[in-house]
């Protein structure tokens, strides 16, 4: 069992930068690959990006070169540090965990997700 705290979320104009938080409970939180994903109002929730147990990273190409994901496993914790925010970036950001060895985009393979946290960004 892991649960997942989210943190970070905010306000904040075009251009500018937030780095959000994911604290995890449990010892085995190392052995999961960890995911970031958002929800705009309406719409699905769309995969952002992950980090494998060993640190492999993926991006999708809306956010690569601007968000960035780090995890420190003797922390229980996992970044998500966005840079270069755009007014389309707004969205309810989750973060979810799934036993696997490398990163998955598909929302319905995690198992424990995060309760969210709102990012807003105005032009």
């Known amino acids: 069992q892991v649960q997942l705290v989210e943190s970070g979320g905010g306000l904040v104009q075009a251009g500018g930068s937030l780095r959000l938080s994911c604290a995890a409970s449990g010892r085995t939180f190392s052995s999961y690959t960890m995911g970031w994903f958002r929800q705009a109002p309406g719409k699905e929730r769309d995969f952002v990006g992950g980090?494998?147990?060993?640190?492999?990273?993926y991006y999708v190409d809306s956010v690569k070169g601007r968000f960035t994901i780090s995890r420190d496993n003797t922390k229980n914790t996992v970044w998500l540090q966005m840079n270069s925010l755009k007014p389309e970036d707004t969205a309810v950001y989750y973060c979810?965990?799934?036993?696997?060895?490398?990163?998955?985009?598909?929302?319905?393979?995690?198992?424990?997700w995060g309760q969210g946290t709102q990012v807003t960004v105005s032009s």
């Open positions: 980090i494998s147990r060993t640190g492999g990273v």
């Open positions: 979810a965990a799934v036993s696997s060895w490398g990163v998955i985009p598909d929302p319905s393979k995690y198992n424990y």
